[in-house]
């Protein structure tokens, strides 16, 4: 990244003051109707993406691909997809795909999108973007490369809790905006058919409950607040017998010295799901996000707004994804913006391992 920043949204041009070249992004030939091929039929692809892609207008799912043709076959058939494989050079050579939906667990992000990149088909892929901010940059070198769009599923941006969080912040509702704190919390319950079990594998997810559920935390975090600059952390494995963490504290000193603090833990008897942001002028406090509540503070004054997620969570993500392609702008989750929360959780895991803070600098994108 020449200048240290990534390409923003219209939403966030006012936080990334510092942009790349998107002329990458703008296709010539756009997209009428996006025809879309699905890897892994797993959990995610089951109840939250796969079901997104033929939810939403001008949309439909053409194939499905998983090593095991069973699994790939019955998904199919409950989703309506018209093809099944069990390659990806078969996949990739459908000529009746535009898009693919990588929803594979984390160390096999990279691969499977310069893959995609390289059959020129545009790129929807799950988070963690990818295992490192390194394997993040060849994400999006190859993508720019082949002129096709990347995009990174942090669906949570367009929840309309959130939605209303950024709206309020840009009238200025809490005034500039100082301090953000998210607490997440559950207790991981393996699943008894080993269903995800991947999760606690460090070789395939990455590293536990902070590159999981934590960086969906940490992007909203980039959303409104800009580009990290220094994290310390304390990442731990504190009760369960993982070779992953199931615990972490994050202290980020974002641009124009904003604080933030993250606490992610997956050793918890209660839920937890908190996000709040505060300003000069109020306060804006989630208690419970994944439910949609939101309460605005302003002096002694108090304003409360419930705005649910979607019942299918991706339906927002991709039907804007969708819009772009169809219109040839860049999305608002390129990869040069997803990558945010990877260089944060590299930070962390450093900052745990040394005992002090470090700087986040700007990965090297050409």
């Known amino acids: 990244m020449p200048s240290g920043r990534c390409s923003p949204s219209r939403s966030n041009q006012q936080r990334y003051t510092r942009d790349v070249p998107i002329e990458h992004v703008t296709m010539a030939n756009r997209l009428d109707h996006v025809r879309w091929g699905l890897i892994g039929a797993g959990d995610v692809a089951e109840h939250k993406g796969g079901p997104a892609l033929y939810g939403v207008p001008h949309s439909s799912l053409t194939a499905v691909m998983s090593r095991r043709r069973e699994r790939a076959e019955d998904f199919a058939r409950r989703h309506g997809a018209r093809r099944v494989y069990t390659s990806l050079e078969d996949l990739l050579a459908d000529e009746e795909i535009d898009a693919i939906y990588i929803a594979t667990p984390p160390s096999t992000h990279t691969e499977l999108t310069v893959r995609t990149a390289e059959a020129g088909k545009h790129v929807l892929c799950e988070k963690p973007m990818a295992m490192s901010a390194a394997e993040c940059v060849r994400m999006v070198e190859a993508c720019r490369t082949n002129g096709v769009q990347l995009m990174i599923a942090y669906y949570r941006r367009f929840w309309p809790v959130v939605a209303k969080m950024k709206e309020l912040v840009e009238a200025g509702a809490i005034g500039r905006v100082l301090r953000g704190r ?72 974002f641009e124009d010295e904003v604080h933030a603090s993250g606490s992610f833990n997956w050793n918890v008897g209660a839920p937890a799901d908190e996000f709040e942001l505060w300003g000069t002028e109020g306060r804006l406090v989630s208690r419970n996000l994944g439910r949609g509540d939101l309460e605005l503070y302003r002096g002694t004054r108090h304003q409360s707004f419930h705005l649910p997620a979607p019942p299918v969570t991706h339906l927002g993500l991709v039907a804007h994804y969708v819009d772009c392609l169809r219109s040839g702008v860049p999305n608002e989750l390129p990869g040069e913006v997803g990558m945010l929360a990877t260089c944060i959780t590299d930070a962390a895991y450093r900052s745990a391992r040394e005992g002090a803070p470090v700087r986040i600098t700007s990965p090297s994108l050409v």
Do not use: K, M, N
Not at 194 to 200: N, S, Y
Not at 207 to 229: E, I, K, M, Q, S
């Open 182 to 253: 998210t607490a997440v919390a559950d207790l991981y319950r393996p699943r008894e058919d080993g269903e995800r079990a991947w999760l606690t594998r460090a070789d395939t997810a990455g590293g536990g409950f902070l590159t999981d559920v934590a960086t969906h935390r940490l992007d909203l975090l980039c959303y409104f607040l800009g580009w990290p600059v220094e994290v310390s952390a304390l990442v731990d494995t504190q009760h369960f017998e993982f070779d992953v963490d199931d615990a972490s504290s994050l202290l980020i000193r």
